[in-house]
């Protein structure tokens, strides 16, 4: 699992824009910037529609009062998924990471099984980054949302 004081593995991600698909890399979203990267277990999911993605929308000033440049949003899902769930959420403040074959998130070794139930997915976590490299993470426990939701990672700054 990545570690404190880690980079961030090299990624591809693909965005939806009104000029059509889009890509950057990890290098590209991370590279000379503190970002704020949370991951929720799946995009219209109910603790991460009703309350992890909207916290961070709300508090989204507070993290760039803080020295934040980006908060980023990752998910097992493609990127037509995530810009509707941005456009739902009214989230176009947060960077949304379609992680569509759970490869990042694997090479964080943060990704989890769920079976049948939805496949490969993210397991809730929030770090931040400076340059692309950890200085702080919260993993979740299993079924939980404690540790990475906006007000607690507000509190690392």
């Not at 000029?19 to 929720?40: D, H, W, Y």
């Not at 219209?44 to 009703?50: E, I, L, R, Y």
Request: negative net charge; charged residues 20%.
């Amino acid at each position: 699992m990545i570690t404190i004081g880690s980079k961030l593995p090299d990624h591809e991600f693909t965005f939806i824009t009104p000029e059509g698909k889009v890509t950057r890399t990890s290098a590209e979203i991370f590279g000379g910037k503190r970002i704020v990267l949370f991951a929720v277990p799946g995009a219209f999911t109910p603790t991460c529609s009703n309350a992890h993605l909207p916290g961070y929308v709300v508090k989204a000033d507070q993290f760039a009062a803080g020295g934040v440049d980006e908060i980023c949003c990752l998910s097992v899902n493609d990127a037509f998924v995530m810009r509707a769930w941005q456009r739902e959420q009214n989230a176009e403040a947060i960077t949304m990471l379609a992680d569509g074959d759970g490869t990042f998130v694997s090479q964080l070794g943060l990704a989890k099984e769920t079976g049948a139930f939805g496949g490969l997915r993210a397991q809730r976590f929030a770090l931040i980054a400076e340059d692309g490299v950890v200085t702080a993470l919260r993993v979740e426990a299993p079924g939980k949302f404690e540790v990475s939701d906006a007000g607690s990672m507000l509190t690392l700054l």
